[in-house]
Structures are given as structure tokens and as C-alpha cells.
């Protein structure tokens, strides 16, 4: 059973270019969440998403952010007009199950998101 | 608002020692607490997850224990060797998100 994939491990925008994230939770799952690690900061929470639902949004930023996960596909965290205050690591998680706190969150190796 | 903090902030110890982590968080309303491990570069490892009907879990040479009343966790590593270098970050669950420390960073030398 593979783990939480992300791809691009790495990806260089310019400020102004769009940036996309993908997500493939492990086989089974069907909750995902998305983390932002700022240099030299915590993780915190940005979106929860279920099959074609966003759960929570309330950690993603008001403009410019935004997550979906289709029926069919991976989880794409999108960024338009990215700025150099968006390099960071992000981070997705998935789950069997959601809410209520009673599963491990697995976590992906991260996409490190470097904005020249 | 929850708030989690790490104490210490970074910690180097000779191999062979015992060690303690904190954790300690504001609000107790919490449905479980995590301990993940992070390698530079790297995602997150889930070491152990305490559900808040819990007191303690352990695996291997790593116990962790949780008071959710004084809102405090506390991940004890044994017999430490390098390989246990890393960052410790725990998290605590408020329904549906986590929310993480900041980490502790340890350096386990020979």
C-alpha cells in the first residue's frame, strides 16, 4: 500500500505564475488535508477536503488559495499569483476517516514551493 | 484558540541518554494528541497517537503519556542513538485539523 504521494517535490515559480499541488492520498482513504510549513515556522492547517467537498477551509488564506478533490484524481492545491511569501513547504495528509480525531493523519513528503 | 508549545526548543545529548520531551496545549477539549517525527527535508513520521480517553502509548524505545486535564504530553525516548536525530513535533486534534508545536530539535551525538 503506497503512501500519501505529493508531486512536484520541488517547484520554482516566478512571482506572478500560477502553482499547482497534487495529492494522492493512500488507497483507501478519502479525507484530505493540507499543511503549509513556513521557513523556520510550525505546520499549520490550511483546507480538510472529502471526495468532491471542502470540509474546512478556515486556515487558507482569503485570496489567491484555493483546494479541490474530485470525484476522480488527485487533490490540487492551487496558488495564483504567487509571491515570495508563499515559499514554504506543503504538506498533505489523509486519512480513512474524518473528524472527530480518531485516525492518524498520514503525511506525504511535501512539496517545497520556492517563489523567485 | 489552541495553542501548542514544545519545551526546549532544541536539545543535544551524548548517545545512551534517557530523554523527555514536553507539550503542553491550552485548551483540553482535544480529541487526540500525535507525535510525528521530521527529518530535514523530509515529511512527517507518525511515532504515536494518544486518544484522549488515554494515559499512554508506547512502541519500542518511545512511551508517551497524556494529561489532558493539565493539558500536558510528554514523549520519553530511551537508550538514545543517533539515529533518533530529527525534529519532534507533537500535534493535538481539534476535530477535523491538527494543531502542531513547534517542534523540538534533537541532535543525538556518539
Same mark, same amino acid.
Given at each position: ?116 | ?44 513520521? %507518525?511515532? #504515536?497517537? /494518544?486518544?484522549? =480517553? *488515554? ?6 524505545? !518511545?512511551? &508517551? ?7 500536558? %504530553?510528554? #514523549?520519553? /525516548?530511551?537508550? =538514545? *542513538? ?6 519532534? !513535533?507533537? &500535534? ?19
Amino acid at each position: 500500500n503506497a503512501g500519501v504521494m505529493q508531486n512536484p517535490r520541488h517547484l520554482v515559480r516566478r512571482r506572478g505564475q500560477e502553482a499547482r499541488l497534487r495529492c494522492s492520498p493512500m488507497k483507501g482513504h478519502s479525507h484530505v488535508y493540507w499543511y503549509r510549513q513556513l521557513p523556520e515556522e510550525g505546520l499549520k492547517f490550511m483546507v480538510y477536503l472529502q471526495k468532491e467537498n471542502i470540509i474546512d477551509e478556515s486556515g487558507m488564506p482569503k485570496e489567491r488559495f484555493s483546494a479541490e478533490f474530485p470525484k476522480e484524481g488527485p487533490s490540487i492545491l492551487r496558488i495564483q499569483q504567487v509571491v515570495r511569501g508563499d515559499s514554504a513547504a506543503y504538506f498533505c495528509a489523509s486519512s480513512p476517516r474524518g473528524g472527530f480525531g480518531t485516525d492518524t493523519q498520514y503525511f506525504g513528503p511535501g512539496t517545497r514551493l520556492t517563489v523567485l | 484558540k489552541q495553542e501548542v508549545t514544545q519545551i526546549p526548543a532544541a536539545l543535544s545529548v551524548p548517545e545512551g541518554e534517557n530523554l523527555v520531551l514536553n507539550c503542553s496545549f491550552t485548551d483540553s477539549a482535544i480529541y487526540n494528541l500525535q507525535w510525528f517525527r521530521q527529518d530535514p527535508g523530509k515529511g512527517l513520521t %507518525s511515532l #504515536l497517537l /494518544i486518544q484522549s =480517553s *488515554q494515559r499512554e502509548q508506547t512502541s519500542g524505545r !518511545l512511551n &508517551a503519556s497524556l494529561d489532558k486535564s493539565s493539558g500536558r %504530553s510528554t #514523549l520519553y /525516548i530511551a537508550a =538514545s *542513538q543517533p539515529g533518533d536525530s530529527a525534529t519532534y !513535533l507533537c &500535534a493535538v486534534c481539534n476535530t477535523d485539523k491538527l494543531i502542531f508545536g513547534t517542534g523540538t530539535r534533537l541532535q543525538v551525538f556518539p
